[in-house]
C-alpha cells in the first residue's frame, strides 16, 4: 500500500517552527515521520532538522497514495497563491495544530489552519481557511475571521470582533472587545502593528501603531 505524504511548505524560519508540531501530530495519530518532508523551491539544502526538502515538483511527482500540505507562509497574498497552485495538483490542505491547543464551544475551523503552542479559541468563533496562530494567541467568544488571517506571536482578539481575509495582527496587538450586534472590524488586508491597542474599527488595507493604535503615516 502506497503511503500518503506530508509536507511542510516553506522551510525558513516560520516552517521549522511548524515542522515539529506537524511531525508530533502525525504520532499523535499513530504515522510515521518518515512521511513528513519540507517543500521549498528557493532553499539549496536536501535536509532541514533531520527532515528531506524536495522542491514542489519533486513533492508531486513522488510515488505518494495521497499529498497533503500545510502552507508555513506568512504573507497571506502567497500562502494564497499556493493554495491555488497545490488544489490544481491534488495536494490537500493540511491543518496543523500543537497538542496543547485549546479550543472551547462551538468552535469552526476553516481547512489549512496552524495553530501554534498555547493558542486558544473559546466559544462560538467562525475561523475561516488558512489561518495562522502564532505561540500564546487567543481568539475570544463570538468572533468572525475572514481567510488567510495572520496572527503574530501573543495576539489578544477579545470578544465580538471581525477580521476580514488578508488581515495581520503583529505580536502583541490587542483588539478591544467589540458589541454584539456592532463587532469591532478590523478591514481585509489591513495591518494592526507590534503591540498596537486596537479600540475602534480599522479599514481594509489601512496599517495602524500605537496605544490607542492610530493610521501609520509614512513621514
Known amino acids: 500500500m502506497t503511503?500518503?505524504?506530508?509536507?511542510?511548505?516553506?522551510?525558513?524560519?516560520?516552517?521549522r517552527e511548524v515542522m515539529p508540531l506537524a511531525r508530533e501530530q502525525l504520532h499523535r495519530h499513530g504515522m510515521s515521520s518518515t512521511q513528513l518532508v519540507f517543500v521549498d523551491d528557493r532553499l539549496e539544502a536536501r535536509s532541514v532538522n533531520g527532515h528531506p526538502v524536495l522542491s514542489y515538483a519533486e513533492f508531486v511527482q513522488a510515488e505518494a497514495g495521497t499529498r497533503h500540505a500545510v502552507l508555513a507562509i506568512a504573507n497571506s497574498a502567497v500562502r494564497e497563491k499556493l493554495t491555488l497552485r497545490c488544489a490544481a495538483d491534488g495536494v490537500q490542505p493540511w491543518t496543523v495544530t500543537a497538542?496543547?491547543?485549546?479550543?472551547?464551544?462551538?468552535?469552526?475551523?476553516?481547512?489549512?489552519?496552524?495553530l501554534s503552542p498555547f493558542?486558544?479559541?473559546?466559544?462560538?468563533?467562525?475561523?475561516?481557511?488558512?489561518?495562522?496562530?502564532?505561540?500564546?494567541?487567543?481568539?475570544?467568544?463570538?468572533?468572525?475571521?475572514?481567510?488567510?488571517?495572520?496572527?503574530?506571536?501573543?495576539?489578544?482578539?477579545?470578544?465580538?470582533?471581525?477580521?476580514?481575509d488578508h488581515a495581520y495582527i503583529g505580536t502583541g496587538a490587542v483588539i478591544k472587545q467589540g458589541k454584539p450586534g456592532k463587532p469591532l472590524v478590523i478591514g481585509r488586508g489591513a495591518v494592526v502593528g507590534m503591540g498596537a491597542v486596537v479600540t475602534r474599527d480599522v479599514p481594509p488595507g489601512v496599517t495602524v501603531v500605537g496605544n490607542p493604535a492610530k493610521p501609520f503615516l509614512k513621514g
Open 99 to 114: 497538542g496543547n491547543v485549546v479550543a472551547m464551544d462551538d468552535v469552526v475551523l476553516g481547512e489549512g489552519a496552524v
Open 119 to 164: 493558542v486558544t479559541l473559546t466559544s462560538n468563533i467562525r475561523i475561516g481557511r488558512h489561518f495562522h496562530a502564532n505561540i500564546y494567541s487567543y481568539v475570544a467568544h463570538d468572533c468572525v475571521i475572514g481567510d488567510f488571517v495572520t496572527f503574530a506571536p501573543g495576539v489578544k482578539c477579545n470578544g465580538n470582533v471581525v477580521i476580514e
Open 3 to 15: 503511503l500518503s505524504l506530508y509536507a511542510v511548505y516553506g522551510a525558513s524560519g516560520y516552517g
